[in-house]
């Protein structure tokens, strides 16, 4: 398994629960593993099952997504695109952004 997906897992997992509060303790008897099963999966040491990814998006209310993507790179590519867009652009400029990135997305996939 790849590390990078273990770690950016386990980084999710932790957020997650600290947004909401939540020991590793309190997570493991929700979702039915060992102390040491959650701290694994937090510290990317082991990957959660997928059933138990089920387990912790229905308990946080939230899509199996959110807890497989890397929302850090996500968000340093989101604030660097804000920093460059203020309120005096249009709504034809900022389509125009996105359809140059779609752009680039596509020529990259050909690649």
Same mark, same amino acid.
């Given at each position: 398994m790849n590390s990078d997906l273990k770690n950016i897992?386990? $980084?999710?997992? +932790? $957020?997650? +629960? *600290? *947004?909401?509060h939540e020991t590793v303790t309190s997570l493991s008897k929700i979702i039915g593993v060992s102390q040491s099963t959650v701290s694994d999966w937090e510290t990317g040491k082991k990957?959660? +099952?997928?059933?138990n990814i089920k387990k912790m998006a229905n308990h946080w209310q939230i899509s199996t997504s959110q807890l497989l993507t890397n929302y850090q790179k996500l968000n340093k590519f989101y604030n660097l695109i804000a920093d460059h867009i203020d309120d005096s652009f249009t709504t034809k400029e900022i389509n125009d952004i996105l359809n140059y990135i779609d752009l680039i997305k596509r020529a990259h996939k050909k690649e």
């Open positions: 897992i386990g $980084s999710n997992i +932790r $957020s997650f +629960r *600290k *947004k909401h990957m959660p +099952r997928a059933d």
